[in-house]
């Protein structure tokens, strides 16, 4: 089925390793996004990247880093974690940043614990 | 800096019953306003757009409308079912800057009783 797809579902980590959250699309679209989900938070936007070899900081980058390998895939990577990034990660795409019609597509989320 | 409220953030109503969901919004100059459907351990499942120069939106039992003066937006659900049971998000989206993000309200937790 078209969509978004996230890697891995769950991921349970210890303070101070690293990962990389893996996210692609097959719908051709050219924006993806990267947002965290905390409790009595809301959704909170990380990193987006508007077109294929662009990315941009959103509300809360601080570390966090992020690739857009190509139109498909965009990655987010935690090099040092700590317990605050404890949190469910989604990943999203539309088909282009500023369409006022674009939906917005999520995948199921990665949540991810930090010990 | 926009700011999204959705009050109540928890409703509890019985099955067949016709309910209001409400977002507010501070800064009108909005793109569109989205509302989302997001079940428990599920991402987020887009129900309805309206864009800016829209009122409503319909799909099916749902109806979203949107009054930019006020900055309110409603979705409205008829003849509610259990299967309505989730949490609902409303998401606004502005013109500010590059980002054209999404700014979210942090839901209303919707449980239908049969």
């Known amino acids: 089925n078209a969509g978004v797809t996230q890697t891995p579902k769950f991921q349970v980590l210890k303070t101070g390793q690293s990962m990389t959250l893996q996210c692609a699309q097959d719908m051709n679209h050219n924006s993806m996004y990267w947002y965290r989900q905390d409790p009595g938070m809301g959704l909170r936007l990380i990193y987006y990247?508007?077109?294929?070899?662009?990315?941009d900081k959103g509300e809360v980058p601080n570390g966090y880093n992020v690739s857009r390998l190509n139109k498909r895939e965009f990655s987010l990577r935690l090099e040092s974690a700590a317990p605050s990034q404890t949190s469910v990660y989604f990943c999203?795409?539309?088909?282009?940043?500023?369409?006022?019609?674009?939906?917005?597509?999520f995948g199921a989320g990665s949540r991810l614990t930090v010990l | 800096k926009q700011e999204v409220t959705q009050i109540p953030a928890a409703l509890s109503v019985p099955e067949g019953e016709n309910l209001v969901l409400n977002c507010s919004f501070t800064d009108s100059a909005i793109y569109n306003l989205q509302w989302f459907r997001q079940d428990p351990g599920k991402g987020l499942t887009s129900l309805l757009l309206i864009q800016s120069s829209q009122r409503e939106q319909t799909s099916g039992r749902l109806n979203a409308s949107l009054d930019k003066s006020s900055g309110r937006s409603t979705l409205y659900i008829a003849a509610s079912q259990p299967g309505d049971s989730a949490t609902y998000l409303c998401a606004a989206k502005g013109y500010g800057g590059s980002q054209g993000n999404l700014i979210f309200g942090k839901g209303t937790k919707l449980s239908v009783k049969p």
């Open positions: 999203a795409s539309t088909e282009r940043l500023g369409g006022s019609a674009n939906v917005l597509t």
């Open positions: 990247s508007a077109s294929e070899g662009t990315t």
